[in-house]
């Protein structure tokens, strides 16, 4: 079974433009999350989408981020315009309905460098 | 804020038994005690999670006090592979509910 994977896994950008950053989920994982690390924070939780639906996004930072999930499968986090406090790494994680499993399953991130 | 508190670092000998500890004197009655963990450059990975009795799987075990203020998470024969930052999370019943993280122990295994 194929993990959840993340697309780029690095990407350099410069302050002011626009990165879009993709998850592929565990198939048939109904939950999605978006979390994030600053440098030298902790990991900090962005959003939960319950298929296609925004459960949580409470963590998201601004408006200058904008997640999405059509059909309920893949995701991708688009921010526009990037500035350079964004630089971190970006993980995606999924699990399944909620009576099945508690366990989320993280992908190996995106590192994202603004400059 | 993360609900729980942990030494920065510890280390342990190779094949030895690596006991990490958590504090967590504030956790209300619905809510569990995960462990994840984080080896360099890898997504978190899950451990073992526990409520009030004590659990083991394949990867640790997992003791939690009768209060529920403390847990300790044992790794029973550590290996190098073991060397990762460790995170103990406080999680609200609601299996799709956020893992708040905090800054986690380093447990570092020394052959």
């Known amino acids: 079974e194929a993990g959840v994977t993340q697309f780029p896994s690095h990407s350099v950008i410069e302050k002011g433009q626009t990165v879009t950053l993709r998850c592929d989920p565990i198939?048939?994982?109904?939950?999605l999350y978006w979390y994030r690390r600053v440098m030298g924070k902790e990991i900090k939780f962005l959003l939960h989408?319950?298929?296609?639906?925004?459960?949580?996004e409470s963590g998201m930072p601004n408006n200058r981020f904008l997640a999405e999930r059509t059909g309920g499968t893949y995701s991708t986090l688009k921010v526009q315009p990037a500035e350079l406090e964004d630089s971190g790494v970006y993980f995606c994680a999924s699990s399944p309905d909620v009576q099945v499993s508690y366990e989320q399953y993280f992908g190996p991130g995106t590192r994202l460098t603004v400059t | 804020d993360a609900k729980t508190t942990q030494p920065p670092s510890m280390d342990c000998a190779e094949g030895r038994a690596a006991n990490l500890p958590c504090n967590h004197s504030t956790i209300s009655g619905n809510e569990y005690v995960y462990w994840y963990r984080q080896i360099h450059s890898q997504g978190p990975q899950y451990i073992i999670h526990g409520l009030k009795n004590n659990e083991t799987n394949e990867m640790a075990s997992l003791i939690i006090t009768e209060d529920r203020k403390s847990s300790t998470l044992i790794l029973p024969h550590a290996t190098l592979r073991d060397t990762a930052v460790y995170y103990c999370?406080?999680?609200?019943?609601?299996?799709?509910?956020?893992?708040?993280f905090g800054k986690g122990i380093t447990l570092s295994v020394r052959p």
């Open positions: 989408f319950v298929k296609e639906s925004k459960q949580d």
């Open positions: 999370i406080v999680r609200a019943t609601g299996a799709n509910s956020k893992l708040t």
């Open positions: 198939s048939g994982h109904d939950n």
